[in-house]
């Protein structure tokens, strides 16, 4: 509520009367402590100093972020209480919204007021919550008959104007009337000493430490600053160096130079310390007893394993080079006195700034004291995430990125951006990535995996690397293809939510052998006897398996993985055997089985050969044991006494057979 706003209300006001401006200044000042009825009918003055108060008031940005938020403005809909909803029978006539910046230290509030009618009471009643904390109510106007709110256009999509049609019964002010005013929902102001705190990048200007251009894009992936950009313009005409189409630098602000940006840091008292050049380092590097201590390297430091900064400040006399694995740790702050602050590629990053009790230090993470000393951040393969201000007042600012790179804010003389990946400035949301385990696959079959992701704003895009050879993953996150080589993979899996946030993941998959049956073969059978049990078996795939068969000789069965029983039936049978894995992936085998008839168990005595000279087994035979019928005489006599021609033979014997089913064959020829 600016003065100029209050001004007009005031005279607004002034026009009703006396009195009404008495029950005005009256309610401005007490609004928040005591409930007020004002005892007059449809008063149009008060309604208008509120109004235009809460009109002008609605929609901005949030301090934290640099960007409008788009939750807050203003709404007619009969459920857009928002939090400050008035009781029943009481129905809301607009609502009105937005964020309110206290000083540049302090939180920012979401206001929120609502304006209701009571047709039971006749009255018209403003209420204010701050961060859902509900205020005293306020009776703007009795014998109230209706109010009705409208926009210039669509209440929801940035109007204006806002009015109030206000019916009323009294005597003392106009039976009715309308009321109309504008609405502020104005962007990001220029950025001062006193509100350029949140803006993601600051370049405060050339100096004699930096060359020009200020900021200069000279890697080929785009940097999204959520927010505004805003750069020192005596570096010259063009401070910014970014000559690709379409430009790199993507700000959902606005790009703005100026002519002597003031540091918006300036005010900032580093910690105090004192480096001892002959000192020695901690032994464990990253551990402070608590929060407010300040842990101090007189030495150079190199990190080269996993690390997490327990938080506090650190200062490093000479230097901090991170050159590889992990670097973890929150409520910190890295004060470089001199020598370099390099963040190497290899080495990943999830670093949170200081806290909000901390007044004077807040969402700082890097300070960067030295002069002429570039500040060097790398991302790598993984993403790395700097949830705080990197802040090099006397130097530039290196920032690379193989994939991406989220920073929550640049405050330096300038910065120079290379590398391939993305670069992102502002406020960094957790993102999570999930499963970092995907279902097993096997060789040779189609395989399909959806990798998700969740705490940023969808929708997400994502990248792979390290994937097994013949699997890809989409746009959006489907993994799919046909796996050629079995093996244990870890490969990593980055999205990229709709404000180009990123986050990385660790995953492994394992790629089985193709499931390839093992049994060679299965036995054949005699019709009677007990079949040998067999036992299938298979490899590859994801154990344990289950079995199926078809074609199967009567009499046998398949129980589990085992086929056995007793055949019934003699015949030659086609069997087609199938496994199936835990994945659902499943390979048939077939098999040739033949059943027979079993073999006679005998002992057979000779037969009895009848050798008659006629051909009608008639006459005087003669006699002789044969011990089998398989005779090729040609033209001789088949026995002494018997004629070449014209006779015929019986051969007998008796035999005993053993239980099942035979099969007598004979053969003969001439």
Known sequence: FTLIELLIALTLSLMIGGVVVAALITSLNVSRSTSIQVKDSTDAGLITAYLTRDAQSTGGIVPTTAIRDSTVGVSTAPTGWDGCAQVAPATLVVRFSWIERTTLLAPSSKVVVTYAFDSSKAQLTRRSCRDSTTGPDIVLGRDVVSVVATCDSDCTVAPTTVSLAVTGSGTRAPLSYTLKASLRMDAQAVPTAVNAAPVPLVALGAGAAVSCPNVDLAGTGPVTVVGNAVVDSLCGSTPVRDTSVPALLRPTGATTAIAGVV???????????????????????????????????????????????????????????????????????????????????????????????????????????????????????????????????????????????????????????????????????????????????????????????????????????????????????????????????????????????????????????????????LPNGQVGVAYATTTLAATGGTPPYTWAASGLPPGLALNGSTIAGTPTVPGTYNVVVTATDSSAASVQATYSVTISLPTCAVTAPPWKGQYYPTTTLSGTPVLRDDANINFNWGAGVPIAGIAADNYSVRWTRTTTFAAGNYTFTLDTDD
């Not at 008292?269 to 002959?278: I, L, W």
């Not at 402070?288 to 327990?310: E, M």
């Not at 790398?378 to 920032?399: E, L």
């Not at 995953?507 to 060679?520: E, F, G, R, W």
């Open 263 to 521: 540091n918006p840091f300036i005010a900032r008292v580093k910690p105090v310390f004192t480096c001892n050049p002959a000192g020695l380092n901690p032994a464990v590097f990253g551990q402070s007893a608590s929060a407010s201590t300040i842990v101090v390297y007189p030495q150079s430091v190199k990190i080269t394993a996993d690390t997490v900064f327990q938080p506090g400040v650190y200062v490093f006399c000479k230097g901090l080079e991170l050159t590889s694995n992990r670097v973890t740790g929150s409520n910190v702050l890295f004060y470089i006195e001199s020598g370099s602050f390099e963040a190497k590629a290899a080495a990943t990053v999830d670093l949170t700034g200081r806290a909000a009790s901390d007044p004077t230090l807040q969402k700082m993470l890097v300070w960067s004291a030295a002069t002429n000393v570039p500040v060097t951040i790398a991302g790598g393969p993984r993403v790395s995430n700097y949830r705080g201000f990197v802040y090099a007042p006397n130097a530039k600012i290196v920032a690379s990125s193989s994939v991406g790179l989220n920073v929550e804010g640049l405050n330096a003389q300038g910065l120079t951006v290379t590398g391939t990946g993305q670069a992102r400035l502002g406020p960094i949301p957790t993102i999570t990535v999930t499963p970092t385990a995907l279902a097993n696959g096997q060789t040779n079959l189609a395989y399909s995996a959806t990798m998700v992701a969740t705490g940023g704003t969808a929708p997400y895009t994502w990248s792979a690397t390290g994937l097994p050879a013949g699997l890809a993953i989409s746009a959006g996150g489907v993994i799919s293809g046909t796996p050629t080589a079995a093996g244990t993979y870890a490969f990593l899996a980055t999205a990229f939510d709709a404000t180009k946030a990123a986050a990385s993941a660790d995953v492994t998959v394992t790629i089985v052998a193709a499931l390839a049956i093992s049994t060679p073969s």
